[in-house]
């Protein structure tokens, strides 16, 4: 089994799109979009859902009005502030809530119990393709590291039934537990950065973190164009800690039409100098 993660320091340099032209170069793929807190490659990649499940994030405290005594010991109790009094009764904020059960231990009148919290949902659909995994993390959850575990396991599940070897992880951006749970286990990580001050140190920090997990690295520089000065100051830090550079892809407008369209670039405009490169990286990356 071959599992290429596709990382990135920070939000909004191209990671999503290089992972939706991996999709679409070849059939029989298999895809996990790990980054569940913001999920975002299934607008790409329309997969069919056959599955969908519930995930259970942690529990959530919910108040009986019906024995509640407005004693108010919970309002004072609780260190996240999550209880409050609105018209002279109280009153628990959802996404505020920790799940510590500390309210339902000291409520004298056993008027708050704890109930799961069951909205984030995980997925597995046809796309055009192959096969996809992907999640809903309900904003305001936690646990989004155990859910990219659900997806991750699920994945090497179908690689497992169907024989298809090759899994692309778009894994969620920076260096959180998040991160952790998709590189654990993974062959390849690929860091896509972008020629900016603020990128070049965000790389640095998420190859820190591949390395700790001995995951084999390299690094793809998207819109490098657009700054080549500082372009040419990863490259050459690459260079000198033995990180290969195995691709630069130049802006290009189309990348955004083509997402617009729900299509990769190598989809919209196979011909152009961006999807070339890709397919260049591509073919280094599963030695085609």
């Not at 170069?25 to 999920?39: F, H, K, M, Y």
């Not at 973190?209 to 372009?231: A, P, Q, Y």
Request: net charge negative.
């Amino acid at each position: 089994m071959n599992e290429i993660v596709i990382l990135s320091g920070k939000g909004g340099t191209g990671k999503t799109s290089l992972s939706a032209a991996f999709a679409t170069i070849r059939n029989n793929c298999i895809v996990a979009d790990c980054d569940v807190d913001g999920a975002d490659l299934h607008l790409i990649l329309q997969p069919e859902n056959y599955i969908n499940e519930k995930f259970i994030t942690g529990h959530k405290a919910v108040i009986d009005f019906n024995t509640c005594t407005n004693c108010k010991l919970c309002v004072d109790y609780c260190r996240f502030e999550a209880i409050s009094v609105q018209n002279e009764q109280e009153f628990i904020s959802e996404t505020s809530c920790d799940g510590c059960k500390l309210c339902s231990r000291i409520c004298p009148s056993k008027s708050i119990q704890m109930v799961p919290s069951d909205k984030s949902i995980w997925y597995i659909g046809n796309y055009r393709k192959g096969l996809m995994v992907h999640a809903r993390l309900f904003p305001g959850e936690e646990n989004s590291g155990k859910l990219v575990n659900v997806v991750r396991e699920n994945a090497r599940k179908i690689s497992n039934e169907t024989g298809w070897k090759t899994i692309i992880i778009d894994g969620p951006p920076g260096t959180g537990c998040a991160v952790i749970s998709s590189i654990t286990g993974a062959n390849t990580a690929i860091i896509v950065t972008e020629p900016t001050h603020s990128g070049f140190h965000d790389m640095k920090r998420i190859l820190d973190l591949t390395s700790n997990f001995k995951v084999r690295s390299c690094v793809v520089i998207n819109k490098f164009d657009l700054n080549e000065s500082i372009s040419d100051k990863i490259e050459g830090w690459c260079v000198e800690n033995s990180i290969p550079v195995i691709g630069k892809i130049a802006f290009d407008e189309q990348i955004v039409a083509a997402m617009i369209n729900c299509q990769s670039i190598i989809e919209w405009r196979p011909e152009s100098e961006a999807s070339k490169e890709i397919i260049s990286i591509y073919k280094i990356i599963f030695n085609d």
